[in-house]
């Protein structure tokens, strides 16, 4: 393998910069040549790629976003897109291609790999709704989370109220529940469990009871329509009930260090994957560090959160 490629696709997630930086790191201390890919794989179908270099990634690893951008190409899930594509790399000798994005890009990636270019996925979303790994901005997007929680907690407590925060997540309840654990809140909503309205109602009214200031309501996206839920709220508890969007304030900023060093072993991983001749293969962070999971496997598993945080966000929340 001479040549490789980069690129990013779907939603951006803080670590996908740290994740490029070491991908073309790796590949030139390897005697690659690099290339990078911008706009995901509608930029592959047209042609946008450019050489990298080693001062290509200079000072981007505290960035959050992508240098090499990104976007959902829906050209790219037809056959003749992902033909298109491979044209694109074919005609500069390019054999190789690193993909970071969510579980959409990673299946793109899987039905790319069927035409016989290899490629390696590094899962960045800030969802991790991954299976078998941590995603790369999953970490950032929580401390963002929290960081608003904390916020509001203040002004929640100075006016007493009740507020109702909507977190991202995608399908996947994984950051309502992190962000609901470490930020203490009273209730934590998420797609995997059946909503129980009255034992919301019933914590705030407990938690009234004992001259509790305030309540924190987590919500993931698209699990309970917050208005609806303030209105509920305010109607069997006579609470003032506010409701706040995180929305993609959640998907900015700096990455923390857990997402620098992930995106650092994760891109280094995958140009090493691609030297040992590895492809159809997705680098996932588990025990022990490092591991190639086929693609296969990775698109067909749906990941399940640690329900056991759901029970201690419960319990903790009396
Ligand atoms: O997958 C990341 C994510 O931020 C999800 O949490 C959210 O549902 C979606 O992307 C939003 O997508 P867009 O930026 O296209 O509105």
Do not use: W
């Not at 560090?289 to 319990?315: C, N, W, Y």
């Amino acid at each position: 393998m001479q040549r490789i490629a980069v690129l990013t696709s779907g939603g951006d997630a803080p670590g996908m910069n740290a994740a490029i930086r070491a991908v073309v790191r790796s590949a030139i201390y390897n005697q690659l040549e690099v290339f990078g890919v911008m706009q995901g794989f509608e930029g592959l179908i047209q042609g946008q790629i450019k050489p990298m270099y080693l001062g290509s990634v200079a000072d981007i690893i505290h960035r959050g976003g992508t240098i090499l951008q990104t976007s959902r190409s829906a050209r790219f899930m037809t056959e003749e897109g992902r033909r298109q594509a491979l044209e694109q790399l074919e005609k500069r000798g390019i054999t190789g291609l690193i993909v970071l994005g969510g579980n959409g890009s990673l299946r793109g990636a899987y039905e790319f790999s069927k035409l016989g270019i290899k490629v390696v996925g590094i899962p960045a979303t800030i969802d991790n709704d991954i299976v078998y790994t941590r995603s790369i901005g999953f970490d950032t997007a929580v401390n963002t989370a929290l960081t608003a929680i904390n916020h509001i907690r203040d002004t929640a407590t100075s006016h007493g109220r009740v507020f109702i925060i909507e977190v991202m997540g995608h399908n996947c309840g994984e950051i309502a529940l992190a962000a609901g654990v470490a930020g203490g809140a009273e209730s934590i909503l998420i797609p995997e469990i059946e909503v129980d309205l009255e034992q919301i109602i019933t914590k705030i009214n407990q938690g009234t009871a004992r001259g509790k200031l305030h309540s924190i309501i987590i919500v993931a996206e698209g699990v309970y329509p917050v208005m609806e839920l303030k209105e509920k709220i305010e109607e069997a508890t006579g609470q003032d009930t506010r409701v706040t969007i995180l929305g993609h304030i959640q998907r900015g900023g700096t990455p923390t260090a857990v997402d620098r060093i992930l995106g650092s072993c994760m891109g280094k991983a995958a140009v090493d994957a691609l030297i040992s001749g590895k492809g159809n293969v997705m680098i996932a962070s588990r025990e022990g560090g490092m591991h190639s999971i086929p693609l296969q496997e990775v698109i067909r598993g749906k990941k399940t959160p640690e329900l056991g945080m759901f029970d201690l966000a419960r319990v903790l929340s009396i």
